[in-house]
């Protein structure tokens, strides 16, 4: 790996290094004694309106910690801007309230370094709110300068390595993490507060299963056995359905060894839900409710913006079956949408595959997938999927052709996906046999067969709705971000050098 660094950095942390061999030489140069008792955002947000002549007076003392992030030397005095994890606040150190080996030392300390202070509030000339230190000390040495503080990281892909410095210095980065964590957070809740009980199912897999992706595989030696990183939890979902749990939830990771993206991570998250007496029907109305609470928890509204357009999440969502979108979306007239050999001709048009056995819905599907998606900028729901991209959907009872599944689109990009679920064990095993069929054939995204998931089915499931929302891809919306590294902590990288 090549870790060469500019001269200029190689000299700084050259520099860094030295000051701390002299402060070890003093005594202990990481103390863990010093405890903060208030952050600057409550400090601000206590006293930040109030003027100095009242301030002054109340000697309010403060105990805070952070990073450097700024520093200004002035003779006698010095002036400093500590961060820590709710923000920012001055802090204002002097001879006269320090000490004079106090001050040499703050002088010397770098940006980036942590530090401890305790003092009172005051306010500047300048009216900053800020502390007047008594007492300061170096509570971390940092060794690597921080990125320049008018430009900050501005390599891409430098910022998805190295995160922690771009969580220093990108204060947008900051708030989109943490309106992260809000809507994650409003999400439990909410499944909480409408009877949904949340479950952990396993990462590792004997057969991977509950989605149309290729595994990662691994080995387990004590058992001496394959096994899969898990491609999606609904099996194990609906087999705590069978057991009687009526209604379950869990959000955590999926591995798809697939292609990497703005849209896609080999890690990501989902969360899953099954209820057992809904509907597809049941599970579209929830869905709404989910996805708009998340908006009004994590940003304050459900009226958003992204890449400069307007998204209405407050409004009810659009429904269309897949052919009733091919003639709102692509232009088709009512005939055509269902006319088998116009649909291959639009397809061939487009310079999509559509292969010989195609019938009527996978057809329709496929030129939905190629000329509508992309158009669905507002919450559409797309219902009446064919059974044959459907491989764990109730048929509907009045068409079998379809099933009763639907996918939630927004930005023109899937957000949801749903339906009611297949409980007749029969129709279950056939269908997974299909699938394994397609896997000899050498399709590698093909369902295996599950034959303990069929004995669940066979001890009775009841009539179930299910639907698993991409948690990554609703932040994106939520912080109007344009790639799914953007809201990962730590997305898939290559190696470096």
């Known amino acids: 790996?090549?870790?060469?660094?500019?001269?200029?950095?190689?000299?700084?942390?050259?520099?860094?290094?030295?000051k701390l061999a002299a402060i070890r030489q003093q005594g202990v140069a990481f103390p863990n004694d010093f405890k903060p008792t208030h952050q600057a955002a409550d400090v601000i947000r206590k006293y930040g309106t109030l003027p100095n002549e009242?301030?002054?007076?109340?000697?309010?003392?403060?105990?805070?910690?952070?990073?450097?992030?700024l520093k200004r030397v002035m003779g006698k005095a010095c002036f400093g801007t500590l961060q820590d994890a709710s923000g920012r606040i001055q802090l204002y150190v002097t001879l006269d309230n320090v000490g004079a080996d106090a001050l040499a030392a703050f002088k010397h300390w770098d940006l980036g370094d942590i530090l401890g202070c305790e003092g009172t509030l005051f306010r500047t000339k300048a009216g900053e709110l800020s502390v007047r230190a008594d007492r300061v000390r170096l509570l971390t040495k940092s060794l690597r300068p921080l990125p320049d503080k008018f430009h900050g990281m501005t390599d891409q892909e430098q910022k998805y390595r190295q995160r922690y410095v771009d969580l220093m210095t990108d204060e947008d980065s900051r708030a989109r993490f943490i309106a992260r964590s809000k809507a994650v957070s409003s999400i439990r809740n909410y499944m909480v507060e409408h009877g949904f009980l949340e479950v952990e199912t396993p990462m590792l897999h004997p057969i991977p299963g509950g989605a149309n992706a290729k595994p990662f595989v691994t080995h387990h030696n004590a058992l001496d056995q394959q096994m899969f990183l898990r491609i999606a939890p609904e099996l194990y979902l609906k087999r705590l359905i069978v057991g009687g749990f009526d209604r379950v939830f869990e959000i955590n990771r999926n591995f798809r060894n697939e292609g990497i993206s703005v849209r896609h991570n080999?890690?990501?998250?989902?969360?899953?839900?099954?209820?057992a007496y809904w509907n597809h029907h049941d599970l579209m109305d929830f869905t709404e409710g989910v996805l708009r609470h998340a908006a009004r928890v994590a940003t304050g509204s459900a009226s958003l913006t992204y890449a400069g357009k307007p998204v209405d999440l407050d409004k009810p969502f659009a429904r269309l079956s897949v052919r009733d979108a091919l003639v709102v979306h692509a232009g088709l007239g009512e005939a055509e949408a269902s006319d088998a050999a116009a649909l291959r001709a639009r397809l061939k048009a487009l310079g999509e595959e559509a292969p010989a056995h195609w019938k009527l819905p996978e057809l329709q599907f496929g030129l939905f997938e190629a000329a509508v998606e992309d158009k669905l900028?507002?919450?559409?729901?797309?219902?009446?999927?064919?059974?044959?991209?459907?491989?764990?959907?109730?048929?509907?009872?009045?068409?079998?052709?379809?099933?009763e599944r639907f996918e939630l689109f927004?930005?023109?990009?899937?957000?949801?996906?749903?339906?009611?679920?297949l409980n007749d064990a029969e129709d279950q095993a056939a269908r997974f046999a299909a699938q394994a069929a397609n896997k000899e054939a050498g399709d590698e995204e093909a369902m295996y067969y599950d034959a303990d998931f069929i004995r669940a089915l066979e001890y009775g499931m009841p009539p179930t709705g299910?639907?698993?929302?991409?948690?990554?891809?609703?932040?994106?919306?939520?912080?109007?971000?344009?790639s799914i590294?953007?809201?990962?902590?730590?997305?898939?990288?290559?190696?470096?050098?």
């Open 54 to 69: 009242e301030l002054e007076p109340q000697a309010i003392r403060v105990s805070v910690a952070g990073r450097m992030m």
């Open 1 to 18: 790996m090549d870790t060469a660094l500019p001269h200029d950095d190689n000299q700084l942390i050259a520099e860094r290094r030295e």
């Open 485 to 497: 590294r953007d809201v990962i902590l730590f997305p898939s990288l290559r190696k470096e050098g």
């Open 377 to 403: 900028w507002q919450p559409t729901f797309i219902i009446d999927y064919p059974v044959e991209v459907s491989p764990l959907a109730r048929a509907s009872d009045t068409n079998p052709a379809i099933t």
């Open 410 to 421: 927004i930005t023109g990009r899937e957000y949801a996906n749903g339906f009611s679920e």
């Open 466 to 482: 299910g639907c698993g929302i991409g948690i990554d891809r609703l932040i994106m919306l939520l912080t109007d971000s344009p």
């Open 266 to 275: 080999p890690e990501f998250t989902m969360m899953e839900f099954y209820a």
